[in-house]
């Protein structure tokens, strides 16, 4: 690596633990509006929406599957019918790789 990359991730490194440390300094003198605190409650299901969603419909990354060949789509549907109607989160895992991995088993 050159210097440049080195000093490229040091100070990339600085600015993302200043940022997080910055909250763990001034915590208790540092207050959020209630819709702030109200937004924020969403954040995990945004970032998790955002990475799942784009790997189920486009599973190669180029071309949407939206048919019932698409492993990744089927078990997303049904780690979803888990989650919703038993509302376990190992049991939703479990049965959404189950469903995955037996399907292309299946299918080659």
Do not use: C, K
């Not at 180029?62 to 089927?74: E, K, R, V």
Request: net charge positive; charged share 10%; glycine share 8%.
């Amino acid at each position: 690596m050159s210097g440049r990359e080195v000093a490229l991730i040091a100070g990339m490194t600085a600015v993302t633990f200043l940022v997080r440390y910055a909250f763990f300094a001034l915590g208790d003198r540092l207050a959020f509006p209630p819709l702030a605190h109200r937004a924020l409650r969403y954040v995990p299901v945004a970032v998790l929406t955002a990475i799942i969603v784009p790997m189920v419909l486009l599973p190669d990354g180029t071309h949407w599957q939206l048919t019932w060949h698409n492993a990744w789509l089927l078990g997303a549907l049904v780690t979803g019918v888990i989650a919703w109607r038993f509302n376990h989160l190992l049991a939703s895992i479990t049965g959404g790789m189950l469903v995955f991995f037996f399907y292309r088993w299946v299918t080659g």
